[in-house]
């Protein structure tokens, strides 16, 4: 039966109708509030860890020089901090004297992490006690290491963080560094934040599923995308013809990923943009998302600066759109793949290389 779309103006479909009365403050409250009777993580098979990889943890102004704050990302306590150096370090949050969390309270000691308990001071790369200032002699079993202490880069505006469930995995590439960011004539980001109630593994496969964006987004038809498959990132170039008050535009949209933590969208055509995108698991069902949009200022803060804001808009409507469903979705471990669903099955084979898994171990797979 031929579809009765016609082009992105037609009968809302269904989660819309969750969403049209939000507008405004309401809106940006939605996208970050509590969701408390989702169903569990075990119910939904979210038990399946965290992808190793490169994280946007803060954006860079988010700990000033002699500023200690407390974090939470990984199902763990962290406690970062930026020294009289200038760098930022990033440790777990618990003192191994008597247990004090040292993300409240803690202070800078000169780039050493102080406990504000008993002012016992840690070293934040080598993960050691250095100093305790009443006592004649350090206990031997924190002279080494005793405490993680995570990779830390700064880039494009971000703090970025290793993860790997083993501590001592070194990272095994560089995180990509966009020229955009900084450049006199681009706009700082437009930033904008959802809590997702899900899994940043449904929300990756989100990318490759093709058949949801005529059902979630109300598109007339499905993309036709150009995919590019590497050995850490992966990434896609969908051309496509635009409606505009001007008429209708070429137009290219170019997807890409570096590891599960980063990715970047950059759309041609209508309005130059680049989209750099923050996505990092607070726990196994809590994910923290935060996309910050950058546009050349000529093109922001001009005549077509209309045009601008609105495809901001509309990115972040549809990932509005698709937080109704991730909220309270699970993940199926055998999913039923038919035909046009997309490359699903080659994308969860892909990207299983993201998980430290037994050696035998099927990872994730999909049937079709």
Not at 98 to 119: D, I, Q, R, S, W
Not at 342 to 364: C, V
């Amino acid at each position: 039966m031929p579809s009765t779309s016609t082009d992105a103006r037609t009968p809302p479909v269904a989660v819309w109708q969750l969403l049209e009365k939000l507008r405004g403050k309401d809106l940006v409250d939605w996208r970050v509030a509590p969701l408390d009777d989702r169903p569990s993580i075990a119910e939904r098979n979210l038990d399946i860890g965290f992808p190793f990889g490169w994280y946007a943890i803060e954006q860079v102004d988010f700990v000033k020089q002699g500023e200690v704050k407390p974090l939470r990302y990984f199902d763990m306590d962290l406690a970062i901090w930026r020294g009289e150096d200038g760098k930022v370090r990033l440790m777990d949050a618990w003192c191994r004297h008597m247990g004090a969390h040292m993300g409240h309270g803690g202070k800078v000691h000169g780039n050493l992490l102080e406990c504000p308990f008993h002012a016992w001071r840690y070293d934040g790369e080598e993960g050691v006690v250095v100093e305790i200032p009443y006592s004649k002699s350090i206990p031997p079993q924190v002279k080494r290491k005793c405490t993680r202490t995570w990779p830390v880069t700064e880039a494009n505006g971000w703090i970025w963080t290793w993860y790997h469930p083993d501590a001592s995995v070194a990272p095994m590439w560089d995180v990509h560094v966009h020229e955009e960011y900084g450049d006199p004539d681009w706009t700082p980001y437009d930033m904008h934040e959802w809590i997702i109630y899900g899994s940043i593994q449904n929300m990756a496969e989100n990318g490759v599923d093709v058949a949801h964006f005529q059902y979630i987004h109300g598109t007339a038809g499905l993309p036709d995308a150009e995919l590019r498959w590497g050995e850490w990132g992966r990434g896609a170039d969908v051309k496509a013809r635009m409606g505009t008050p001007k008429g209708m535009v070429d137009g290219l949209i170019s997807y890409d990923t570096m590891g599960p933590g980063q990715s970047w969208v950059r759309f041609r055509g209508i309005a130059e943009t680049l989209l750099v995108a923050s996505l990092v698991p607070i726990s196994e069902d809590v994910l923290r998302v935060r996309y910050g949009f950058t546009q050349p200022k000529s093109q922001a803060e001009g005549p077509g600066a209309g045009v601008a804001k609105a495809l901001i808009r509309d990115v972040c409507k549809q990932l509005d759109q698709d937080k109704v469903i991730w909220d309270r979705m699970k993940f199926e471990t055998q999913a039923i793949i038919c035909e046009g669903d997309g490359p699903i099955a080659r994308f969860r084979d892909w990207y299983s290389r993201y998980y430290a898994r037994p050696e035998g171990d099927p990872g994730l797979r999909a049937v079709g």
